[in-house]
């Protein structure tokens, strides 16, 4: 199941049940993790911008993206919340929020899926005792179509609006930010954004429109690094491999490479979301690594497409090089030592191996130790008699 791509959360509190819902977001996206490794190779390959451009092969990337990727996050969050139904219901009323809608959407896939599976899972708890026998499985079928439809509608009309309410309001701040010449500070809105999914929103709907207009005049734009710099989410995904939890270190190579080389960021996203306070890694990273971009006068000619190393490398200016790959660098240097802290230095795995031996020397010395003393005992009640 789903849930046991992340690790579990115990304790009770506010930080507990931040940790809960992050948990249950990411475990939306874990699983679903090779799908969008397929995307993300597809688009590193094949757009117009990737390593062999094939235009019949780059139609598959709209499609995956706007489509598939959101309908599997419902399916994902359905399933969670109430087993097969809930995931059937759930990818159809992710059909809602995805018709008519021009950007991705995976966060409306995640709150639209695992409500519309809780909403068949209590209608499933009303009809289950009123159904007479021979007629469960036609009252299945239709209980789950007619709220899997309802709540697609519901998708189209209400939720999918709101999701776009809330990028256009992400990216409006953003711009906000940038117009008053406070770059640094837009990491604060940028980094939330893009672990909510909305990176593609605000990078090619509000930096990359303005990055154009800047370049025409300068012939380089900072505004195509702000959201795409690598380095964030690489130290972010270092820190994760040396001292995240046992269980997902394994996972973390293959995700640096998607990352870093491959440039898809949503690769590092669902590691966010397990643990939620990381995020303070990727904001201060990026604030960092911006301040080195002013700094150093960094700049590229075009949005790096995608947000790999390659790519940067690609659009940077003759003579560039240094303060690109210096904000790089220090973003990452700055992400991965604030989330090795935020992680405690792995310290907190070691109870977690050893909990259950320190009690066994214990056990068997006090064990030996009664043995003596009976054999003590026996011996002297021979001796007297």
Same mark, same amino acid.
């Given at each position: 199941?789903?849930?046991?791509?992340?690790?579990?959360?115990?304790?009770?509190?506010?930080?507990?049940? @931040?940790?809960?819902?992050?948990?249950?977001?990411?475990?939306?996206?874990?699983? %679903?993790?090779?799908?969008?490794?397929?995307?993300?190779?597809?688009?590193?390959?094949?757009?117009?911008?990737?390593?062999?451009?094939?235009?019949? =092969?780059?139609?598959?990337?709209?499609?995956?993206?706007?489509?598939?990727?959101?309908?599997?996050?419902?399916?994902?969050?359905?399933?969670?919340?109430?087993?097969?139904?809930? &995931?059937?219901?759930? $990818?159809?009323?992710?059909?809602?929020?995805?018709?008519?809608?021009?950007?991705?959407?995976?966060?409306?896939?995640?709150?639209?899926?695992?409500?519309? &599976?809780?909403?068949?899972?209590?209608?499933?708890?009303?009809?289950?005792?009123?159904?007479?026998?021979?007629?469960?499985?036609?009252?299945?079928?239709?209980?789950?179509?007619?709220?899997?439809?309802?709540? $697609?509608?519901?998708? $189209?009309?209400?939720?999918?609006?709101?999701?776009?309410?809330?990028?256009?309001?992400?990216?409006?701040?953003?711009?906000?930010?940038?117009?008053?010449?406070?770059?640094?500070?837009?990491?604060?809105?940028?980094?939330?954004?893009?672990?909510?999914?909305? %990176?593609?929103?605000? %990078?090619?709907?509000?930096?990359?429109?303005?990055?154009?207009?800047?370049?025409?005049?300068?012939?380089?734009?900072?505004?195509?690094?702000?959201?795409? %710099?690598?380095?964030?989410?690489?130290?972010?995904?270092?820190?994760?491999?040396?001292?995240?939890?046992?269980?997902?270190?394994?996972?973390?190579?293959? +995700? @640096? @490479?998607?990352?870093?080389?491959?440039?898809?960021?949503?690769?590092? =996203?669902?590691?966010?979301?397990?643990?939620?306070?990381?995020?303070?890694?990727?904001?201060?990273?990026?604030?960092?690594?911006?301040?080195?971009?002013?700094?150093?006068?960094?700049?590229?000619?075009?949005?790096?497409?995608?947000?790999?190393?390659?790519?940067?490398?690609?659009?940077?200016?003759?003579?560039?090089?240094?303060?690109?790959?210096?904000? @790089?660098?220090?973003?990452?240097?700055?992400?991965?030592?604030?989330?090795?802290?935020?992680?405690? =230095?792995?310290?907190?795995?070691?109870?977690?191996?050893?909990?259950?031996?320190?009690?066994?020397? $214990?056990?068997?010395?006090?064990?030996?130790?009664?043995?003596? &003393?009976?054999?003590?005992?026996?011996?002297?009640?021979?001796?007297? +008699?």
């Amino acid at each position: 199941m789903a849930d046991t791509y992340t690790p579990p959360v115990v304790g009770t509190g506010i930080k507990a049940s @931040i940790q809960r819902l992050g948990g249950h977001l990411a475990g939306m996206i874990m699983p %679903n993790i090779g799908a969008f490794i397929a995307w993300g190779l597809i688009t590193a390959l094949f757009i117009p911008t990737g390593w062999v451009p094939n235009e019949m =092969f780059a139609k598959l990337v709209g499609p995956i993206i706007t489509m598939l990727l959101p309908i599997l996050i419902g399916y994902t969050g359905g399933r969670m919340v109430h087993g097969q139904r809930g &995931a059937v219901v759930g $990818a159809v009323a992710t059909m809602g929020v995805v018709v008519g809608a021009d950007i991705p959407m995976f966060l409306g896939a995640m709150v639209i899926g695992p409500l519309a &599976a809780f909403v068949l899972k209590y209608v499933d708890r009303f009809t289950e005792e009123r159904t007479k026998a021979g007629f469960e499985m036609l009252v299945d079928n239709f209980t789950a179509g007619i709220v899997g439809g309802a709540m $697609a509608l519901l998708g $189209a009309w209400g939720i999918g609006p709101i999701v776009r309410v809330v990028t256009t309001t992400a990216g409006d701040a953003v711009e906000w930010l940038i117009t008053r010449d406070l770059l640094p500070i837009a990491s604060v809105l940028i980094e939330p954004a893009k672990v909510l999914f909305l %990176n593609n929103a605000i %990078n090619h709907g509000v930096l990359g429109p303005l990055g154009v207009v800047q370049a025409k005049e300068a012939g380089k734009s900072i505004l195509f690094m702000l959201e795409s %710099n690598p380095g964030p989410g690489l130290g972010l995904l270092l820190a994760y491999l040396f001292f995240g939890p046992r269980q997902l270190r394994p996972s973390t190579p293959a +995700a @640096i @490479i998607i990352h870093f080389f491959g440039g898809i960021h949503e690769i590092y =996203f669902p590691y966010v979301l397990m643990k939620p306070r990381l995020i303070l890694a990727t904001i201060l990273g990026g604030a960092a690594g911006v301040f080195t971009f002013l700094v150093t006068g960094a700049g590229l000619v075009a949005t790096p497409s995608p947000g790999s190393i390659f790519a940067y490398i690609a659009v940077t200016p003759k003579g560039g090089w240094f303060g690109v790959i210096l904000g @790089i660098l220090v973003a990452a240097g700055v992400s991965f030592l604030v989330a090795a802290v935020l992680l405690g =230095f792995g310290r907190g795995e070691k109870p977690e191996e050893t909990q259950d031996q320190p009690e066994t020397p $214990a056990v068997d010395e006090a064990a030996d130790a009664e043995t003596e &003393a009976g054999d003590k005992a026996d011996a002297t009640r021979t001796q007297g +008699a």
